[in-house]
């Protein structure tokens, strides 16, 4: 089986892609998600080995750098702590409602790559993150869409 390539949101004044870098073996559990579609990807089709652009969300929207999965999907602990945030009383050890994976940092991108430039990139049209009202945290991307925003995050910018 291949490579499997997806697009991991966070907003960062919650958790950035310096947080990330700053963890231990820069590796963490990619938690906190509380959609059924997106924890869906995480548990059923997210694999070690795929590879998941990090995306900074809200104040800037960017792309802003690349991850591999580490570890496959697993019960996400947030859930079970009643001092998360992320807590959900429906969510137990034995039957866990959500579901986390485990990423590694592979690099920060040189420049930032955002929203508003992707939307003019041709190759990048079809790409879920610019459908009008998408709002998934965690979704596919295909191999071109992935290169694409690894060569524009590794451009040089002018000036």
Known sequence: MGT????L???????SIDDLAGEPDQTTSWTGVRNFQARNFLRDQMSVGDLAIF???VTAPSAVGVMRVVRAGHADETAFDPDDSHFDPRSTPEAPLWFAVD??????????????AMR???????MELLRKGSRLSVLPITKGEFDTLCAMGEAETPG
Not at 103 to 116: D, E, G, N
Not at 120 to 126: C, E, H, K, N
């Open 103 to 116: 990423v590694r940092l592979k690099r920060k991108f040189a420049t930032p790559v955002p929203l508003a």
């Open 4 to 7: 499997n390539y997806w697009l």
């Open 120 to 126: 003019v990139v041709p190759s990048l049209s079809g």
């Open 55 to 57: 995306y900074h969300s």
């Open 9 to 15: 949101k966070s907003e960062p004044g919650c958790y």
